[in-house]
């Protein structure tokens, strides 16, 4: 069993950088951490996820080169620094844990709550 929970989230001007946090309680060393987002009256959407080892990480195309994924073991948590946002970049963030490297939401196995990003123009 894995419970996350995440923070970070909140309002910027376009241009800026958050970083999102991501506790996790558990066993969640062993798994997959990814992050992913969703905005109104859109689909939940990957962003990025990192292996266990904190070795491999994958971006969406859309966020690649501006959002970098990282994790310590030894605390428990999963960061997304986010740098260079964008309005389109509005949504809530969702941290997840899986025990394969997946990319999709229904492959995810546990959730937290999600934090709202958003980025003003």
């Known amino acids: 069993q894995v419970q996350l929970a995440e923070s970070g989230g909140g309002l910027v001007q376009a241009g800026g950088s958050l970083r999102l946090s991501c506790a996790a309680s558990?066993?969640?060393?062993?798994?997959?951490m990814a992050w992913f987002r969703q905005a109104p009256g859109k689909e939940r959407e990957f962003a990025a996820r990192i292996s266990w080892s904190g070795d491999s990480a994958r971006y969406a195309d859309s966020v690649k080169d501006r959002f970098t994924i990282t994790r310590d073991n030894a605390k428990g948590v999963v960061y997304l620094y986010m740098n260079n946002l964008k309005p389109e970049d509005t949504a809530v963030y969702y941290c997840a844990a899986s025990s394969r490297d997946v990319t999709s939401a229904w492959q995810y196995d546990y959730w937290g709550q999600g934090t709202q990003v958003t980025v003003s123009s």
């Open positions: 558990g066993r969640s060393f062993a798994y997959f």
